[in-house]
């Protein structure tokens, strides 16, 4: 048996269909996956995302440490609240895990990482811990809700007492309402939130937004929608193995102040000046089939690549995909499905924002 979140007898009860992810027993849809994904995009749903971990870090020196130990740089959280996201990398530049930073006060930061990455993500970070003042403090005592789609704000204000302060919430801010940790961030391309809950409460909170139309969502859904929006997913689109700029998370990566030596910048920085051999882009497929995870890509000369992700957009109607391909400047490919090769498109992720195309 798996480990199970505050919420999992809310699942049950829905007719979710459990299975194993990351060690967790989650709820893959409710019945209908493709409903779930038409469901955020056009009014709200919520997810459970109680298997990730939260990580509170203090202390005098956390500010310093977290420059050191993120690719992007916290300097830039100057308000309470605010977050970024972030990589955290091995000395040769290979992604541990992508990660969202919170900046509380200038002595207290919060971590959100990835399920199944949490163990190696916690020895990785106290191990480099040791020459800074820093605590690190793995909140196994609070669980997480996001709520997402254009209705998510307003479905989420009818289960608050106060509603002001989230309304109020820019993008990638947090703020403490009623004992609940609320950021306006989430996975899917669409407005929405996470709102971080007592374990305690959890149930209860989910119960109180089921019964204000917030729908349940399945970790199906919850993948349509982020490749769709041109989120990367960790240990299929980046890993140990590759780095941001193989990635397309060179936008995460912040090279000034040249003075600033987090982990694994000497590797980026040459890799930068001598320019990456491959980089991972968006496929599109207009015709009928679907593009799968490990199908090979045929880029011309420039050589072969790899999907990475693929799926059959529910919102644009046809084949989706990110890719890891040789560099160049090609915009059309060949996808091998079944033994024939697949005319596909070369696009710049993200495919959906906001419920409408950005092809």
């Not at 041109?230 to 090279?255: F, H, I, K, Q, R």
């Amino acid at each position: 048996m798996g480990n199970r979140t505050p919420i999992y007898n809310e699942h049950l009860a829905a007719g979710g269909k459990m299975v194993d992810f990351a060690g967790w027993e989650m709820p893959i849809h409710y019945g209908s996956q493709l409903n779930e994904h038409h469901q955020v995009r056009r009014a709200v749903g919520m997810f459970d995302v109680s298997h990730m971990t939260v990580i509170d870090l203090s202390g005098s020196q956390v500010k310093a440490f977290l420059q050191y130990l993120l690719a992007n740089n916290v300097d830039r959280l100057k308000d309470s609240g605010k977050a970024l996201y972030s990589c955290m990398l091995q000395p040769d530049g290979g992604i541990i895990d992508d990660l969202i930073v919170y900046c509380l006060n200038p002595d207290w930061y919060r971590m959100v990482v990835n399920a199944g990455t949490s163990e190696k993500d916690l020895t990785w970070i106290n191990e480099q811990a040791g020459a800074f003042d820093v605590n690190i403090k793995e909140r196994a005592d609070l669980a997480m809700i996001a709520v997402q789609g254009p209705e998510a704000i307003d479905r989420l204000c009818q289960v608050l007492p106060d509603c002001e302060p989230v309304r109020a919430l820019k993008p990638f801010f947090a703020t403490e309402l009623d004992n609940l940790f609320i950021a306006r961030t989430g996975y899917t391309g669409e407005d929405g939130v996470e709102v971080i809950v007592p374990n305690d409460r959890a149930a209860s909170l989910w119960s109180e937004l089921r019964e204000a139309g917030v729908a349940p969502i399945g970790l199906g859904a919850r993948d349509t929608l982020r490749l769709e929006a041109g989120m990367n997913l960790y240990g299929t689109d980046m890993d140990e193995s590759v780095t941001p700029l193989e990635s397309g998370l060179g936008w995460t990566v912040a090279w000034e102040p040249q003075e600033r030596d987090f982990i694994g910048r000497k590797v980026l920085e040459q890799q930068r000046k001598d320019g990456v051999k491959h980089k991972l882009v968006g496929l599109v497929l207009k015709d009928r089939g679907v593009l799968r995870g490990h199908q090979k890509v045929l880029v011309g000369d420039a050589g072969e690549g790899e999907i990475t992700s693929g799926t059959f957009s529910p919102t644009l109607g046809h084949a989706v995909a990110f890719a890891r391909i040789p560099s160049c400047e090609q915009d059309h490919a060949e996808v091998e499905i079944r033994k024939k090769h697949v005319a596909v498109e070369i696009v710049k992720p993200p495919f959906v924002r906001n419920g409408k195309s950005c092809l």
